[in-house]
């Protein structure tokens, strides 16, 4: 149980187009889920916490007009990379929330940003 | 602020050598979680541990064992006999308390762990 799927596992891309991530909850409903991001050799570095029917809120330093999240039902959240650019390339990992105290994370997906 | 520090960015060790990670958090809540995750080559995060901040008894799950004290903010990860499928990244973690953001993870910069043969 507490699986968590991610989809594409990686994509390729051109600057300027925009690039829609999925994050779901296979076997359970999560409130909240959590975006992050990872360079390569590097720390995950939360992006945005978003909580099903409102707002995700931001972390500083993330523009929200880039990175856009929706969280629109209990088992899926989406983050969409707008106008990507080659500096935009990272993985990014979903979380999902079942409980305030316990997250499953999902496999990640590589973007690459040409 | 809050802050996790894993000061040993690569660690390589022959196996059946025991290793320890180390993890130094900072923290202002008098509650929160610690966490050590790791991630191999395929990058998918794997879950190690959850330790409640109350909690300071020393956990023992086959080879890994944790080592908790709040007088120092360390909570550091023990790896004993190590084989080549230890190699990875591994990442401790803080959590601020529940009714604070709670759930949101604070990474350390990650430890890059190789076991040769």
């Known amino acids: 149980g507490a699986v968590v799927s991610q989809h594409p596992s990686r994509v390729i891309c051109k600057s300027g187009t925009s690039v829609k991530i999925e994050c779901r909850s296979l076997?359970?409903?999560?409130?909240?889920m959590f975006w992050y991001r990872q360079f390569p050799k590097k720390s995950l570095m939360l992006m945005a916490t978003?909580?099903?029917?409102?707002?995700?809120?931001?972390e500083q330093g993330v523009e929200k007009d880039k990175f856009l999240i929706n969280h629109a039902s209990l088992t899926l959240s989406t983050l969409t990379v707008t106008s990507a650019h080659p500096e935009d390339s990272s993985f990014y990992i979903c979380s999902a929330a079942p409980t305030t105290d316990t997250q499953y994370f999902g496999p990640g997906t590589r973007l690459t940003v040409l | 602020a809050q802050k996790v520090t894993q000061a040993q960015t690569e660690i390589s060790v022959v196996e059946k050598e025991d290793v320890t990670l180390d993890c130094v958090y900072e923290?202002?809540?008098?509650?929160?979680?610690l966490f050590w995750y790791k991630q191999p080559p395929s990058g998918e995060l794997v879950f190690l541990i959850r330790r409640n901040s109350f909690d300071e008894q020393n956990e023992i799950s086959g080879r890994y064992s944790w080592n908790f004290q709040k007088s120092t903010s360390s909570f550091n990860f023990t790896i004993t006999a190590s084989q080549v499928v230890d190699s990875a990244v591994y990442f401790c973690a803080l959590s601020p308390p529940i009714y604070n953001q709670g759930g949101k993870l604070i990474f350390g910069q990650g430890t890059e762990l190789s076991v040769k043969p």
């Open positions: 076997d359970f409903q999560a409130t909240t």
């Open positions: 923290t202002r809540d008098t509650t929160y979680y």
């Open positions: 978003s909580n099903e029917g409102s707002k995700a809120t931001y």
